[in-house]
């Protein structure tokens, strides 16, 4: 029984000291004792799906990643108040056990406040409809969901083990988001806010560090870090904190109207470079993957497409160069570990536009970070007796003070894109939408006009407002053939005008500026005439001070030029209102919709025709994935195979921007700087998910708002894509 009991002691005191810990100190966040220069990588579990997890988590670590960055997506997660969804593309612990699986750490940015270009910033539109609330400020009502849901979270990471103090993958995780420009804003209520979330995150007992990301006045012990694209400025607000980079944008996001933006992989690892080389010990690239907003996730004019120029494109697959060049920035910086970790930098200048950064420490390791800050002309500098040639706009990193293993404006890694068709014609059927009346049932009759979302709730995009107009027959425009001009005032986002039952013009928004003036001539007869306007929302806002109080729709004034009368007010008469399409409640876009809808096919399938429902069927391709659609020509809609969301297309709308073609990696970046697209649609490829498919009988279908082309051209060829390696 002795020894026994001597037996149990040693055993309980052999565990205590293999006990996990985070901590951090001034260098590096310190993980079981050790400091680490940690390269961290943003990917979105529900931008993806569960099949794509492992291999996008495996490529991360292939290229040299060592966390694994994410938000937790609180309307996701709780789509109505109590109903939880951990499903799917949004079972978050089967993601974080990927990630374990693979070796790697998790940041887990839990918010609930994402932005992230995410419907209503990650907030559910239930919650904008709480008695009392106000977002984001010292608000009774918000703080108990908030804390409810945060509460959540953490207690459902510790029950999984999650933590890396219990033998998890998580080390650190983070509260709020980009608070410190609302806090400002807000004032008194604002700074009340902070300090309280700050006291309720700790007082949840993680065990790993909290973090708040541009807040520099993060209270201890949060620590506050940087989010931009390049963060030079930044420094800890107190000096027994790590200098961390949690946002490094890889690009920028793609709006509908807007050039896709790209970055030179020479001046991100240039970004990257600079940042470790003044004491920087975290850097998170947003996005490593980006990924696609499926369905109706994506906040206010931002397309499906969140490919973000990432390192792994929106597919999944390795983007060349970039992937490639700052894997081995990647493994240049693990080589000066040592010496980072545990020494200050000595910094000199080198010359004009040019100085060294070198650290060496007390055992005799030693790493030096030679830099050229100049856009147009190259370095050749001295740096103990030995000359190093540093390109524009570059630096070299020496592990061992010596030799250069790596320069970030030299790159060797080449490939470029190619879009393979392996479809080809399918046999196509189509429904036509109804063009709803106020006279309709199921309508419902108010008088004035009613904001959007206080309608729908934001359950489809969709709104009709409906109204009848009386014209007599003396009105003089009957007589000249001068149509009178009708005038429509929305807050947005886009606006189809139908009379009797016609087509009579679109009007859009765009992200700058969502509200939209719809002007033109109508076609108006003696007696009664519908009026029926499909206003459309492209997602919700997601950022800025009180984002929840911006409003949709049709909310006027409404007003009719023209007539006899001068200019008729039609605002304030009555307008019935109709949530939704029929083609929504008839779930066209599932397998298992009703038999009893008769869909045209052949000859009368539609052609040119708004509101139109098609869909065909198609197997798999031989060909290996990933596939996308090519909806060229097309205007505006969702997209479906086989019941699930692709997202919502809008090839319609032309990309404006400029600034396309050849960019010069060498200069400060922003998101203007450079891009490609300009004059063509802001997105035209569309993904669609291998997991998705089965090998035959794939249902595919479209709901197109515009009717801007024929089903019958090649806008729904399934097309290959692959990265051929030049």
Known sequence: MLRTS????????????????VTYDNKAIIINGQRRILISG??????????????????????????????????????????YN???????VRFLKVVQQAGLYVHLRIGPYVCAEWNFGGF??????????????????????MQKFTEKIVDMMKSENMFEPQGGPIIMSQIENEYGSIEQQTGAPGKAYTKWFVNMAVSLDTNVPWIMCKQDDAPDPLINTCNDFYCLKHSPNKPYKPKMLT?????????????????????????????????????????????TNFGRDSGLFVTTSYDYDAPLDEYGLQREPKWGHLRLLHKAIKQCEPALVSSYPTVWSLGKNAEAHEYRSNSGA?????????????????????????????????????????????????????MIPVGGDFPWQSYNEEVPTADDSGTVPMVGLYEQINVTRDSTDYLWYLTNLNITSDEE????????????ASAGHALQVFINGQPSGVAYGRLSNPSLTFTGNVKLRAGTNTISLLSSCVGLPNVNLHYERRNAGVLGPITLSGLNEGTRDLTKQTWSYKAGLKGESLNLHTPDRSPSIDFLEGSFVAQKQPLSWYKTTFDTPQEPGPYALDMTGMGKGEIWINGESIGRHWPGYIARG?????????????????????GEPSQKWYHIPQSWLKPTGNQLTIFEEWGEDTIHCRSFIVIQIFIDKA
């Open 658 to 678: 400029h600034n396309c073609g050849a960019c010069n990696y060498a200069g400060y970046y922003n998101q203007n700087k450079c891009a490609t697209s300009c």
């Open 477 to 488: 425009f009957l007589k000249d053939g001068k149509d009178p001009v009708l005038t429509i």
């Open 247 to 291: 946002e490094l944008w890889t690009s920028w996001f793609t709006e509908f109207g807007g050039a896709v933006p790209y970055r030179p992989v020479e001046d991100l690892a240039f970004a990257v470079a600079r940042f470790i080389q003044t004491n920087g010990s975290f850097i998170n690239y947003y996005m490593y993957h980006g990924g």
């Open 6 to 21: 001597i037996l149990v002691v040693i055993l309980s005191c052999l565990c205590a000291s293999v006990t996990s810990t």
């Open 86 to 92: 951990f499903e799917g593309r949004y079972d978050l």
């Open 124 to 145: 559910p539109v239930w919650l904008k409809y709480v008695p009392g609330i106000e977002f984001r400020t010292d608000n009774g009502p918000f703080k108990a969901a």
């Open 42 to 83: 943003s990917i979105h579990y529900p931008r993806s799906t569960p099949e794509m997890w492992p291999d996008l988590i495996q490529k991360a670590k292939d290229g040299g990643l060592d966390v694994i960055q994410t938000y937790v997506f609180w309307n996701g997660h709780e789509p109505s108040p109590e109903k």
């Open 366 to 418: 030693c790493a030096a970070f030679l830099a050229n800050y100049d856009t147009t002309s190259s370095a050749n500098v001295i740096y103990f007796n030995k000359q190093y040639d540093l390109l524009p706009w570059s630096i070299s990193i020496l592990p061992d003070c010596k030799n250069e293993i790596f320069n970030t404006a030299k790159v060797i890694h080449g490939a470029h894109m190619k």
